[in-house]
């Protein structure tokens, strides 16, 4: 059970970013952000995928000392943090949640129902693999409060799931929904990957209609990338893989739309579908510019009270992370300063990519850019272009403009170099 309470931590806390007002700011601004969300970023993988670049490790058999340094972690920060705001959501994601045990998971919301005030919590999102839980933990994680899963499926189809060297099997991605349904859960949310190489595009219609018949609540659905330092990259640049061009990836994602949205789903994000009351509460922390705190290694953090803001990120190093936690350091790797003017152009890239778009009175109001005057003649352009609705008090893409958010977000940046 969520309790109401916010300790100060034992001892020293790490020294942590001021949040104070900066005189700077152009405009009377007030921020009142009445709850936060707090992400755990568990680094543990049972192999590595090979399009993945997220932090993880597959060295690693035990837990503790991780766990350990995760809770001393959220003890510190809620010194600082906790009386500000209540929590809304937790999230637990990584790496593979669903590797640590019954009892770490239960010591990591203990440890946050002891120093936050979780009375508010909407939602506590738990990422799993369908290969590593069964009835049983199913049944004790949802005993712990834990109120949604995310489930990395990717793939109904053996070929896929080879091909991104994952561990589960079809069979395991058809059965973990219903399973998880037996256990009490009814916020499910499942990960489908678009754009394969060499993937008919009749596998991807298969795969929606497989989620859509499993009656999945929420799917998330992403292009396939190529990024940096992963196996996909290698085996690209050797030439032992070519990835699909724009004009198929923009037929997959084209086809997702219209086979969700005839499926009952709101495309309410680029890459997020809902059925009604579905919607994911954690992920709207970020698209409306609300304050997070992230735990663990790689772990990502913003706070604004005032200007500047802040933002702050972990060291991608699980070792590093856990030593420098038990010295009562920060284990950080990035620490920012963002001005109106980044927040600005950082809020319209996060709404333009939902299906509300950009309130304009409330982007005037809050960072102090009108649109209708700094933009007119680019909004102008993107409308008679059909990349975006008929602007009145909200700028919205069309499903033409979704294709290219990147681009139109560009163009209307405050300083587009």
């Not at 369908?130 to 049983?136: A, I, Q, S």
């Not at 994952?166 to 678009?194: C, Q, Y």
């Amino acid at each position: 059970m969520r309790i109401n309470a916010a300790r100060s931590a034992l001892g020293s806390p790490i020294p942590l970013p001021s949040d104070g007002s900066a005189s700077r700011c152009r405009f009377l601004i007030d921020l009142v952000l009445l709850v936060a969300g707090l992400y755990l970023h568990i680094p543990f993988c049972s192999q590595r995928c090979s399009y993945c670049d997220f932090y993880f490790v597959t060295t690693r058999s035990s837990h503790t000392s991780f766990v350990e340094a995760l809770c001393v972690e959220i003890e510190h920060y809620a010194a600082t943090y906790a009386a500000q705001e209540p929590v809304e959501t937790i999230y637990f994601g990584g790496g593979t949640p669903s590797l640590l045990t019954i009892d770490e998971v239960q010591r990591i919301l203990d440890t946050i129902d002891l120093h936050f005030d979780t009375s508010n919590v909407l939602e506590t999102t738990f990422e799993l693999n369908p290969e590593d839980v069964d009835h049983t933990y199913l049944v004790q994680l949802r005993g712990l409060g834990v109120d949604r899963l995310s489930i990395g499926i990717q793939s109904f189809f053996a070929d896929d799931l080879a091909f991104m060297n994952r561990s589960h099997t079809p069979e395991e991605a058809a059965a973990i929904v219903p399973m998880a349904r037996a256990a009490g859960f009814e916020n499910l949310s499942v990960d489908l990957i678009f754009g394969l190489p060499d993937q008919p595009l009749e596998y991807w219609g298969a795969n929606l209609q497989r989620a859509i018949q499993l009656e999945v609540p929420h799917l998330s659905t992403y292009g396939l990338t190529v990024e940096e330092r992963t196996p996909l990259a290698r085996q690209v640049a050797r030439g032992l893989v070519r990835p699909p061009d724009e004009e198929v990836m923009r037929e997959r994602y084209q086809l997702t739309l219209d086979v969700l949205r005839g499926a009952g789903y709101e495309a309410y994000e680029i890459s997020s579908f809902a059925r009604p009351g579905f919607r994911a509460v954690h992920n709207r922390r970020y698209w409306e510019h609300a304050n997070y705190l992230g735990f663990g290694p790689s772990a990502h953090s913003f706070w604004w009270k005032g200007l500047p803001a802040r933002r702050w990120s972990n060291i991608r190093n699980l070792r590093r992370y856990e030593a420098l936690i038990a010295q009562r350091l920060q284990p950080l790797d990035l620490n920012e300063h963002l001005d109106l003017d980044d927040l600005a152009d950082e809020y319209l890239m996060l709404r333009l990519r939902t299906s509300e778009g950009l309130d304009l009175d409330a982007y005037e109001t809050r960072y102090g850019v009108d649109l209708l005057v700094s933009r007119v003649e680019e909004l102008a352009r993107l409308e008679a272009n059909g990349l975006i609705e008929p602007v009145r008090t909200h700028v919205r893409l069309t499903d033409a403009g979704r294709h290219l958010c990147d681009h139109i977000t560009a163009r209307l940046l405050a300083d587009p170099d």
